[in-house]
């Protein structure tokens, strides 16, 4: 079984700011992690993913997130933020093996001037 | 960049009625899969689809729904006989052989009346 709990449901951050979006998981085998962002009326694009390599990975605009395998937890992080990045994200896992995605209900991030 | 087409972007149907969605996955992809966001709740895996052959499915895919690869570049969901709560986004979404992540589209807003 694998699951993924996002541990805000919406986070607002001035602009320039740092980001931090909060994710834990549960996985009885290894898992691989993503984070999609969802910009409104579009589809799902993927930001980065952790597939059992480096336990930092650099995503596209940048952000980055960290596997810490002892607290079960892949936050998502962005050093300053800016307008454009206001979207909902989503906690991705999936287990090796399996075909299906697990999504978490998903963080809104506002960001204002 | 390759990417996942869907149509239509926005369907109305009569409640009772049935109705196909269609997707164009990326081209050297050989892995399928449609996902649901019902709104205001998270993404929903329904099925994945390989070698013409559902490979893994949800308990949300019941009877009323199938999948099919009718030719060599579409990828359709068909909804026999549609009910209210089947409104919903629908995600079509496509990767490799063997490798995540999973590339989606931008989705198909499915509204029954």
């Known amino acids: 079984a694998q699951s993924v709990t996002q541990l805000d449901s919406h986070v607002s951050v001035s602009e320039g700011t740092p980001v931090l979006l909060r994710c834990n998981y549960s996985?009885?085998?290894?898992?691989?992690l993503f984070w999609y962002v969802q910009h409104p009326n579009k589809g799902l694009q993927l930001l980065l993913k952790y597939t059992s390599a480096a336990t930092l990975v650099k995503g596209i605009n940048g952000f980055e997130a960290e596997f810490k395998k002892s607290e079960t937890s892949f936050h998502l992080t962005k050093p300053s933020a800016h307008m454009s990045d206001a979207a909902e994200y989503f906690c991705?896992?999936?287990?090796?093996?399996?075909?299906?995605?697990?999504f978490g209900t998903g963080t809104r991030l506002q960001v204002t001037l | 960049e390759p990417e996942v087409t869907q149509t239509p972007s926005h369907q109305v149907t009569q409640m009772g009625q049935e109705v196909i969605l269609r997707c164009v996955p990326i081209?050297?992809?050989?892995?399928f899969y449609w996902y649901r966001q019902i709104l205001g709740q998270k993404v929903e895996f329904l099925v994945s689809?390989?070698?013409?052959?559902?490979?893994?499915k949800s308990e949300i895919f019941d009877d009323q729904f199938s999948v099919e690869r009718p030719d060599g570049s579409n990828f359709t969901l068909k909804i026999r006989s549609t009910k209210l709560e089947d409104s919903a986004m629908y995600f079509c979404?496509?990767?490799?052989?063997?490798?995540?992540?999973?590339?989606f589209g931008d989705g198909t807003r499915l509204s029954i009346l």
């Open positions: 996985s009885s085998y290894s898992p691989s």
């Open positions: 689809f390989y070698n013409n052959e559902i490979s893994e």
């Open positions: 979404a496509s990767s490799e052989v063997g490798e995540q992540p999973q590339h």
């Open positions: 081209s050297n992809h050989l892995y």
């Open positions: 991705v896992v999936t287990s090796w093996g399996a075909s299906k995605l697990t």
